[in-house]
């Protein structure tokens, strides 16, 4: 009965162990082409705000990260509401990113930031969206802003 409960509870911990298993894929590199993100022009962009974003693949990616490598064909873009309202190429090593409202109004907006990596053809999303607050930035150059990004689902 003793090597029974032993058995059980060694299979239960196996068992758990394995739930807990590092979920990072075995490889970064995808087939994608280059997004035709557009900022969306018969709007009114009368508030926005902008970012100094830097991408770090090593947050999210640590084992896969020599894979990834930011080159002049990287793209970033920011969508609220499913809309782009912002689009920027790497400059200096950092994403120079302005935000358009998409109203004349100042209020709140979710922000979601997408990345795309030339380097390992992929479409990223930052892991957690931000509040878009008129007027302001968000990092600096000396500071930028560093999200963590995930590989993005395939639709």
Same mark, same amino acid.
């Given at each position: 009965?003793? /090597?029974? %409960? &032993?058995? %059980? *509870?060694?299979?239960?911990? =196996? =068992?758990? #162990?394995?739930?807990?298993? /590092?979920?990072?894929?075995?490889?970064? =590199?995808? /087939?994608?082409?280059?997004?035709?993100? +557009?900022?969306?022009?018969?709007?009114? $962009?009368?508030?926005?705000? +902008?970012? *100094?974003?830097?991408?770090?693949?090593?947050?999210? $990616?640590?084992? !896969?990260?020599?894979?990834?490598?930011?080159?002049d064909g990287d793209v970033m873009? #920011?969508?609220?509401?499913?809309?782009?309202?912002?689009? &920027?190429?790497?400059?200096?090593? !950092?994403?120079?990113?302005?935000?358009?409202?998409?109203? /004349?109004? +100042?209020?709140?907006? &979710?922000?979601? =930031?997408? $990345?795309?990596?030339? #380097? *390992?053809?992929? %479409?990223?999303?930052a892991k957690e969206p931000f509040?878009?607050?008129?007027? +302001?930035?968000?990092?600096? &150059?000396?500071?930028?802003?560093?999200?963590?990004? $995930?590989?993005?689902?395939?639709?």
């Open positions: 009965m003793k /090597n029974r %409960i &032993i058995i %059980i *509870v060694s299979c239960t911990l =196996l =068992l758990m #162990a394995a739930g807990c298993k /590092n979920k990072e894929p075995k490889t970064l =590199l995808g /087939n994608e082409q280059q997004p035709a993100w +557009t900022v969306i022009s018969d709007h009114d $962009y009368s508030s926005s705000m +902008t970012a *100094v974003v830097e991408v770090d693949m090593s947050l999210s $990616y640590p084992k !896969l990260a020599s894979q990834w490598q930011l080159n873009a #920011a969508f609220m509401d499913g809309q782009c309202v912002g689009v &920027i190429s790497p400059s200096d090593g !950092l994403f120079f990113l302005y935000i358009a409202h998409p109203s /004349n109004s +100042t209020t709140d907006g &979710i922000v979601t =930031l997408h $990345y795309y990596s030339a #380097a *390992v053809k992929n %479409i990223f999303v509040n878009f607050s008129s007027d +302001t930035r968000m990092g600096s &150059i000396s500071e930028p802003y560093k999200p963590a990004f $995930y590989l993005k689902s395939k639709d």
